[in-house]
């Protein structure tokens, strides 16, 4: 998992022209996040969903991890919680093909996930996003961007 301040973000682009790419896409696209709509980028199956919503307790969210692509997640507004495990350590309890989900069971760490905050987390990197906690904020407006593993 890469997990920084987007201000840093310019110190990570050797990993990959797709993170580059994604970031820089993110930032010059002024998205709707009143009538949010998946947005496709470039042909090589790449795109980035807008979310708005509201952080729920830790007990209303499950984690997760992606067998098939890569998260990009950007905070644009707001704060929540985000947990994170390397999914060894944790148990598996299915695998949702169709969306790519693998849920799992266990013990994470909670990073404060702010605002110009960003993570790329990758098929090891088990996940919980959206979790509210001290200082969360009521609404969150985030951007997802999906990223085939084969591209990486």
């Known amino acids: 998992m890469i997990y920084d301040d987007i201000h840093h973000v310019k110190i990570h682009y050797y990993f990959s022209t797709l993170l580059s790419d994604s970031i820089d896409f993110i930032l010059k696209t002024d998205f709707s996040f009143e009538n949010p709509q998946t947005c496709k980028i470039g042909t090589e199956g790449i795109y980035a969903i807008p979310q708005c919503y509201t952080p729920k307790k830790k007990g209303d969210r499950s984690i997760e991890s992606h067998r098939k692509n ?68 009521t609404t969150v407006k985030k951007i997802v961007i999906k990223v085939p593993l084969d591209l990486w």
């Not at 998260?71 to 695998?95: H, P, R």
């Open 70 to 137: 890569i998260d990009i997640q950007v905070m644009m507004e707001g704060m929540e919680y985000l947990g994170y495990a390397d999914e060894s350590t944790l148990d598996f309890s299915g695998y949702d093909k169709e969306h790519d989900t693998e849920r799992l069971t266990g013990t994470l760490t909670f990073l404060p996930f702010r605002k110009h905050y960003f993570a790329v987390l990758f098929p090891q990197d088990a996940h919980m996003p959206g979790v509210q906690g001290r200082g969360s904020t």
